[in-house]
C-alpha cells in the first residue's frame, strides 16, 4: 500500500517560487502516472501536472510554462517546482495518480500566493 505524503507549501509574494515534493512509502515503481492536483476555494480538485514512469510530462494550460514536474525513484520522490507564481495558484496541492486513486490522498499542501 503506497502512501503519498505532501510538503514544501508555504505563503510567497507572486512572482515567486516554490518547491513541492511528494514522499512516496512503499515506492513508486506502483504508480504509472503521477501527478499534482490543486483545490481552490471549491471543493474540485484538478490536476496540474502529471509524469509518467518513463518521464513523459503533461501540464495544464494554467501552468505550462512556470511549474516542472519530475520524479526521483531512488528518493521515492516526486517534485514540482513552481516559478512564476500567480495569486490564481493558491490552493492546496495534492499528489496522486492519475486518474486519482481515493485511497491514495494524503493532507495535502497549502501554497497561497499574495499579489
Known amino acids: 500500500q503506497v502512501q503519498l505524503v505532501e510538503s514544501g507549501g508555504g505563503l510567497v509574494q507572486a512572482g515567486g517560487s516554490l518547491r513541492l515534493s511528494c514522499a512516496a512509502s512503499?515506492?513508486?515503481?506502483?504508480?504509472?502516472?503521477i501527478g499534482w492536483y490543486r483545490q481552490g476555494s471549491g471543493n474540485q480538485r484538478d490536476l496540474v501536472a502529471s509524469?509518467?514512469?518513463?518521464?513523459?510530462?503533461n501540464y495544464d494550460d494554467s501552468v505550462k510554462g512556470r511549474f516542472t514536474i519530475s520524479r526521483d525513484y531512488a528518493k521515492n520522490r516526486v517534485y514540482l517546482q513552481m516559478n512564476s507564481l500567480k495569486p490564481e495558484d493558491t490552493g492546496g496541492y495534492y499528489c496522486?495518480?492519475?486518474?486519482?486513486?481515493?485511497?491514495?490522498w494524503g493532507q495535502g499542501t497549502q501554497v497561497t500566493v499574495s499579489s
Open positions: 509524469v509518467t514512469i518513463l518521464g513523459g510530462t
Open positions: 512503499g515506492g513508486l515503481f506502483s504508480i504509472n502516472t
Open positions: 496522486n495518480e492519475v486518474p486519482a486513486a481515493s485511497n491514495y
